[in-house]
């Protein structure tokens, strides 16, 4: 159920970070990440298509969800890392999801990685997540939820990824949602 939107919510923007259209085990639609909302290092490389630098896949079982084909998927970067969504001003409840794809593989018992992945999490430029170790919280292919409130003024919530202290920021997929239910939901780039 970690997937499933929170009761009394209006979920506005859901993505797959990464990866293709969507539809989880409860029905809903996670967006196809294809460039719109998300930017990364690979802008900077002219000619290398900023949609297919920057994201990866794991065939490996995601513990925590059904929906592994969901959470397979992620982008990953430094930071250059972020997404950019338009939004009328009001408040905002982000879910944001990460699974550790790399650090691990193939460990066998007392596998340690801690530390091999620290980042800075931001929601429209302030902190929200202060060093993030995925591997440290939920270890290898398991599915990490973190939520946030937000105020998004000026029509736009911005999430980035500002510092990276080991390794690279990665993320799976990202829900967005407000008690107002008269915001439309996007539902397409």
Request: proline content about 3%.
């Amino acid at each position: 159920t970690t997937l499933k939107g929170e009761d009394g919510y209006n979920y506005v923007f859901r993505i797959n970070c990464g990866g293709d259209d969507y539809t989880d085990e409860f029905g809903q639609l996670w967006m196809a990440d294809d460039s719109v909302y998300s930017c990364s290092w690979a802008e900077d490389f002219q000619g290398l298509s900023p949609y297919l630098a920057s994201q990866r896949v794991t065939n490996d079982p995601i513990a925590g969800t059904n929906d592994w084909s969901l959470m397979q998927h992620f982008r990953f970067g430094r930071h250059k890392l972020s997404y950019r969504v338009p939004l009328p001003d009001g408040k905002y409840h982000v879910e944001l999801y990460f699974i550790e794809a790399w650090h691990g593989t193939g460990g066998g018992e007392g596998t340690v990685c801690e530390g091999l992945r620290i980042f800075v999490v931001a929601v429209n430029g302030s902190t929200v997540i202060d060093d993030l170790d995925i591997w440290a919280e939920a270890g290898h292919d398991k599915i990490l939820k973190k939520t946030v409130e937000c105020d998004v003024k000026d029509g736009l919530l911005t999430i980035s990824f500002p510092e990276v202290k080991a390794g690279q920021a990665v993320i799976s997929a990202i829900a967005i949602a407000t008690a107002d239910g008269n915001v439309p939901a996007v539902t397409r780039a």
